[in-house]
């Protein structure tokens, strides 16, 4: 069944281009949908949907999705990209990358708000009702 939500993920691409385009890079809700359906049969992780600021606290908030696992926080930009800033704060070696950061450290860095936490059926169900992958009742 969770296969079946993979393949599925492929064709929200055209429709998702078109959101991501005014919304950000988009990798990141990609990352967290995939971690999520992989790892399914998790009792621990959570798919994390929230708001971020650029890392020490910009002004501009960006909506924003991570995986939250054993105390950890595994996003796209830790852990594959290396990007952590639209503006010209950019950092490109952490001593979390690849390795996840503590909680604490991720919602205190990214000044994180309004996050949404989804279990890995949640998240299974929520694409099958609503057809996107774009964070559920995401404010």
């Not at 990609?30 to 992780?45: E, F, V």
């Not at 936490?117 to 009742?137: H, L, R, S």
Request: glycine letters at 8%; proline letters at 2%.
């Amino acid at each position: 069944m969770y296969i079946f939500y993979y393949l599925i993920f492929i064709s929200d691409m055209i429709y998702l281009k078109t959101l991501l385009l005014e919304a950000g890079c988009g990798e990141c809700l990609s990352y967290t949908y995939t971690q999520a359906i992989k790892n399914h049969k998790s009792r621990t992780l959570k798919a994390v949907y929230g708001s971020v600021t650029e890392i020490g606290g910009g002004s501009k908030r960006f909506p924003h999705s991570w995986i939250e696992d054993k105390g950890r926080v595994f996003d796209w930009q830790t852990m594959v990209h290396k990007l952590y800033s639209r503006g010209d704060n950019i950092i490109t070696k952490n001593k979390w990358d690849k390795k996840g950061y503590p909680i604490k450290d991720f919602y205190r860095l990214f000044n994180v708000k309004k996050e949404k936490k989804y279990t890995p059926q949640e998240v299974a169900d929520n694409y099958k009702k609503y057809k996107t992958i774009m964070g559920w009742k995401w404010k």
